[in-house]
């Protein structure tokens, strides 16, 4: 079945110590979505890859980065985590920019990142 | 106004009954609406979308759009335990339409 995978489901890291999440997908699609979660929240935009441009948010602190290697796979970097990034990191994919593109929103399971 | 509102509830609805959730948008949206259940601890998961105005059913889930009043809705039909989660309603965005804005969530409680 096609889907979006996350890996790892559960990270923790110490305080400072750089991790990365990982997406991959097999719907082929052509956006990828970061989004970050916390508890009784709505999801919040990270950053996404429409292709390959690079689509940052204004208040998305730059210890947040991503990479998109290929089509397939896409990579969240924290470079310096805090105990305020302990969250829920959704990766979701649509197709868009065709015609009939319904541009559905399909996310992953998540990874829980807790941050000691 | 925010983008996209919705009551946090907690609604509470009894088994067997018709849960309605509700959702209301401003003009810095666009016309396509997707209305998400998340279960405590994971991830969204798409249940309807709908583009037009009126209503769109799939099994016990109908979605209503009005574009006149700005509001869009769910109906849960013969409401199941199972169905106990958070609702989340979103729109694309008018700036930049493969993004989503997201209301706060509706959290549903179906009492047996």
């Known amino acids: 079945d096609a889907m979006v995978i996350q890996n790892p489901r559960y990270q923790v890291t110490q305080f400072g110590k750089p991790v990365t999440l990982s997406c991959s997908q097999t719907?082929?699609?052509?956006?990828m979505y970061w989004y970050q979660q916390k508890s009784s929240q709505a999801p919040k935009l990270l950053f996404h890859?429409?292709?390959?441009?690079?689509?940052n948010e204004a208040d998305t602190p730059d210890n947040f980065q991503s990479r998109r290697p290929n089509t397939s796979f896409c990579f969240l970097d924290i470079r310096s985590p805090g105990l305020g990034d302990a969250a829920m990191y959704l990766c979701?994919?649509?197709?868009?920019?065709?015609?009939?593109?319904?541009?559905?929103?399909?996310f992953g399971p998540g990874t829980r990142l807790t941050v000691l | 106004q925010k983008e996209v509102e919705q009551n946090s509830g907690p609604l509470s609805v009894p088994e067997g009954a018709i849960a309605s959730l509700n959702c209301t948008y401003s003009?810095?949206?666009?016309?396509?609406f997707f209305w998400y259940r998340q279960y405590s601890g994971k991830s969204p998961e798409l249940i309807m979308s709908?583009?037009?105005?009126g209503d769109k059913e799939d099994g016990r889930f109908t979605a209503q759009l009005n574009k006149a009043s700005q509001y869009v809705s769910l109906l849960i039909r013969d409401s199941q335990p199972s169905d106990s989660a958070t609702y989340l309603c979103?729109?694309?965005?008018?700036?930049?339409?493969?993004?989503?804005?997201f209301g706060t969530g509706t959290r549903l409680t179906i009492i047996p």
């Open positions: 003009d810095r949206v666009s016309q396509s």
């Open positions: 890859y429409y292709d390959k441009d690079f689509n």
């Open positions: 719907l082929n699609h052509n956006v």
């Open positions: 979103a729109a694309l965005s008018n700036f930049g339409n493969e993004k989503l804005t």
């Open positions: 979701a994919t649509s197709r868009h920019g065709l015609a009939g593109d319904l541009n559905e929103q399909f």
């Open positions: 709908i583009y037009s105005n």
